[in-house]
């Protein structure tokens, strides 16, 4: 076993989010970028920690314990988890800027693709004695002109109770928690899963490190998070919270919007149901 898979305990996590990321390139593809881009965003971003030494009188010591700690966020592999957390909040901002229907939120490091396919009415792949309060997630997904997108595809992954993902904690078996589930000749999806809890950064990593030499908390809040997408329409990158959970003021990565935050109801069987349409643009 190698240490990625050894312990749950982040660190763990944090360098299969680095396998997850390299895997998922050809799906991505490749940014272009002209020279005068490099030298302008670059040439920004040497300016931006020029002035932050300067303004705060960075020392030498400080600036070696910054070369050895980014050398150990690269080892461990937790690139891909600390610039997740504390930086594409506002690369998805930038998007947003452009983008109508649904709001968006931050991906993560935890998506993986190619999951099971499922039918409109479905319940998540989970262990037989998966843990946490039901909860039905159901809704429509339409274009901003409100009609109904048929056979859109709702893929969704998300924590188990204990706050783990799938895929990225050893003692998971693979796929759970997670599918794509394909709406019905109305747009109409109905999801049966569990809660999931809120999600703590590994503290034993460098982000983690970093998170306690700086005395903030690593919590982020209980999210679901989704891709909707369908034919000619631009895909939704999203995740949805949940009123009155823990650290949703807070969220350490910064990912939570007013308009993602959804308000369960107790049902008659016990469990929790929770309604959301999601809107989609032309691409
Ligand atoms: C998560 O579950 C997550 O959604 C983000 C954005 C960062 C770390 C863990
Ligand atoms: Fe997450």
Redesign the pocket.
Known sequence: MTTAEASPTAAGSGANATEAFRASTARRGSAEASQERVSTVVGALLEAVHGVIGEHDVTYPEFQAAKAWLMALGEGGEWP?FL??FV?HEVEAVAARTQQGTKGS?????YLPDQVRLPSVASLPARPDEKGDRLVFAGQVRDLDGAPLAGAEVDIWH?DADGY?SGFAPHIPDGNLRGVVIADDEGRFEISTVLPAP?Q?PTDGPTGKLITAAGWHPW?PA?L?LMVRAEGHRQVTT?LYFHGGEWVDSDV?K?TKDELILSPEKQADGSLRSDYDFVLERA
Not at 106 to 110: A, D, L
């Open positions: 988890l997740d957390v594409e931050i991906e993560g490091p935890y924590a993902y999600y950064i982020r999210h998070h995740q990565a990912a």
